[in-house]
């Protein structure tokens, strides 16, 4: 890159190019006080993970990651330290940054001196002896420390003991561990758990191809400004104009363009109904459309589509008021409609995510239904999607989607779970509100009720362990809820739930028989000879969670009795499923201090799932000192994990036992567990409990 500061350049990149060539960059990115922190989640990570490997697998000629803009840090020509200002891009030039940690770490890369010496020119500059980390951060020293301790031995290091690729303990930045340890349980996983691309994907074979393809392939626009641009009104200019057409608006174009003026309109009033996919429509409308349990027709979205109060002086405000005024009138702001019920909610999909699923249960209309699993759920490839399975110039087949896109969402509003995002992402409660759940049709209830407790914890389960971004489990869903409306008229069990908790039951049981691929459960789970450590799929540990708050707190009495182990719980404290993504050992991997030998240290019984802060909390401490700060939090309410429980059932401090036996014991009561509520998991359909012999 030129070293004329006063020059504005644009230029493509790859990790390739950024370290070799006539435009390499052999400055450090500066990352300034000013900017946020790491803010990607799990979910973020993921998704660029995912999207990388479908466009490597799929032989993309690119896969284009976004755009950074830097600029020079010190303009001071006195001043020895020079460094290119991150304005814009952090995030996803951290995340990369991260996935080279990984890879350069992982065994097979390793063997590749090439590759391995690539990767390490992307993370530093400089010679071996004194190597400088490409990412440096101002006023961030605990940061700055650790990409500067990693890259001086290309490893962790935990009290002097080297560490493997799983280890982030060196990292003291909760996000970016956290973004690691997806970045390295994706790369490690022998089948990645969380996609709904039906084939195998075997990406720990893979990784030296997958490497080399996000080495070259994986590209961004580097704009450099020239060092006397004013960054504050850089700032305010990029908020402020230039705000690009999303996709989806792109998409509604294509389906109303060529309506006459007034379908035009009344269809764009739908469409934009079900565009705030967070909130929840509004009452009069719900109430309209009898909640989503009736089939619309043209006659209801013409007619009967009204919106909730935009303000006091507009009680009896409707669409069809709004379709009298000029377009480029104001629409009103959508608001909740109970006073008493004014808390922000998150969907479990974004809505380009919601259009497509909707589009797969279209096309099962018009198609047959093995088009369902062609059509994905992707959001980058929404226009795409749509082109190859929806003719826009067929108007009235287009308005039939829109009008299958709103009896879609009403059951989305219904009958299924939103987060309150005011509580955070970890702790949030995830809950059905519905106006069917009340006795007054113009309130909106929370739904309870064993059957309906049981629904809303098995949807956050599924929500939780699979493809938080896409929510692959929602197609089949909405699907099914749209089906009984089509073939009975009104959904007759909206009140007890019964016919909805099947078919979720029977979507999990798919899903769990899916995940096994022919495999036993504990050769799954890591329950025989030494088990899998952190590769187990952490879709078991979601699934026994469900399981065991079903028996402890849901009193469900329609399992097999030989299993119901009793818990390290008395009060009751509530629980609640939660986003978290860290394998912990109970008998510490790195400092093995108590009774379990090392055959047994990697196996599912010695296993929990909990959050990365949790993780860190216990780090390599006994099983004893576990066991005592597990029941300090749960005297206060707090439940990190049930299998964690059921493991400190037999006391705290000095007193807990913790050895071989234990472990198996607890094993064994566990994957009873599982087939209790799976008994296909079982051959022979019994709860026998022998001892895994390991």
Not at 367 to 383: E, M, N, T
Request: hydrophobic share 35%.
């Amino acid at each position: 890159m030129t070293n004329n500061d006063n020059a504005l350049s644009t230029k493509k990149y790859s990790a390739e190019m950024l370290t070799q060539g006539d435009y390499r960059i052999n400055l450090p990115f500066l990352i300034p006080i000013y900017q946020r922190l790491y803010t990607w989640e799990h979910q973020h990570v993921e998704r660029l993970l995912v999207d990388l490997w479908a466009a490597y697998r799929s032989d993309q000629p690119e896969y284009f990651i976004g755009a950074v803009v830097v600029s020079p840090a010190n303009a001071n020509p006195t001043n020895k330290y020079q460094a290119l200002e991150l304005i814009d891009g952090q995030q996803r030039m951290t995340t990369l940054w991260l996935i080279a940690s990984v890879l350069v770490t992982y065994k097979a890369l390793t063997a590749d001196a090439d590759s391995l010496q690539q990767w390490k020119k992307f993370m530093a500059l400089g010679d071996d002896s004194s190597p400088m980390a490409r990412l440096d951060f101002l006023g961030r020293e605990n940061d700055k420390a650790a990409v500067s301790s990693f890259i001086k031995n290309w490893c962790c290091s935990c009290d002097g003991k080297s560490c493997d690729s799983d280890c982030n303990g060196w990292l003291k930045n909760e996000a970016m561990s956290v973004a690691r340890s997806t970045i390295s349980r994706f790369l490690t996983s022998e089948q990645y758990e969380k996609t709904d691309i039906s084939e195998s994907q075997n990406i720990a074979d893979k990784i030296p191809g997958f490497s080399a393809y996000i080495w070259s392939k994986a590209t961004f626009v580097i704009t450099r400004l020239h060092s006397g641009t004013d960054k504050n009104r850089f700032f305010d200019t990029m908020n402020s104009r230039g705000i690009q057409l999303e996709k989806h608006e792109i998409l509604k174009a294509k389906l109303l363009n060529g309506m006459d003026e007034p379908s035009r309109q009344r269809y764009a009033k739908a469409w934009d109904l079900c565009a705030d996919i967070n909130g929840y429509m509004p009452t009069e409308c719900q109430e309209k459309f009898d909640y989503g349990r009736i089939v619309l027709d043209e006659y209801c979205i013409n007619k009967s589509i009204e919106i909730s109060r935009a303000n006091k002086a507009q009680d009896d405000f409707t669409l069809e008021d709004i379709l009298s005024k000029p377009e480029s009138d104001p629409q009103p702001q959508p608001q909740h409609e109970e006073k008493k019920q004014t808390k922000a909610y998150r969907s479990v999909v974004s809505f380009p995510v919601f259009l497509l699923h909707v589009l797969r249960i279209f096309v099962c209309h018009q198609k047959p239904p093995a088009a369902l699993k062609d059509i994905s759920v992707d959001d980058k490839k929404l226009i795409s999607q749509f082109e190859e399975n929806l003719a826009f110039e067929d108007k009235p087949l287009c308005k039939k989607f829109i009008g299958c896109l709103l009896e879609c969402r009403l059951l989305l509003d219904n009958f299924v779970i939103k987060g309150h995002v005011d509580e955070g992402s970890e702790f949030a409660r995830w809950e059905i509100w519905s106006h069917l759940a009340g006795k007054k049709a113009d309130t909106r209830d929370k739904r309870t009720g064993q059957t309906w407790d049981s629904i809303t914890m098995l949807q956050t389960m599924m929500y939780f362990s699979q493809d938080t971004t896409r929510a692959p489990w929602l197609t089949d869903l909405l699907k099914g809820l749209r089906e009984e409306t089509e073939t009975k008229g009104r959904w007759a069990t909206a009140a007890d739930g019964g016919w909805l908790l099947a078919q979720l039951q029977q979507q999990d049981k798919q899903y769990a028989e899916k995940r096994l691929s022919g495999n036993t459960l504990e050769k799954i789970v890591g329950a025989e000879g030494k088990g899998l450590s952190t590769k187990v799929p952490h879709y078991w540990f979601f699934k026994l969670e469900y399981c065991l708050w079903e028996l402890w707190f849901n009193k469900n009495q329609t399992i097999c009795a030989c299993a119901k182990p009793q818990p390290l719980i008395e009060k009751k404290p509530s629980f609640r499923m939660r986003h978290v993504t860290s394998i912990e050992h109970v008998s510490p991997q790195s400092r093995n201090n108590g009774d379990i030998t090392d055959l047994l240290l990697d196996r599912f019984g010695n296993l929990v799932l909990i959050s990365v802060g949790a993780n860190s909390s216990y780090s390599d401490k006994d099983p004893s000192v576990k066991a005592a700060e597990f029941t300090l939090k749960l005297d206060k309410g707090m439940v990190e994990s049930l299998k964690l429980a059921h493991i400190f059932k037999n006391g705290s401090g000095n007193s807990l036992r913790w050895n071989d036996d234990d472990l198996k014991a607890h094993e064994t009561e566990m994957l009873a567990v599982l087939k209790a509520f799976h008994p296909e998991l079982e051959k022979n359909n019994t709860c026998d409990q022998e001892d895994n012999k390991g």
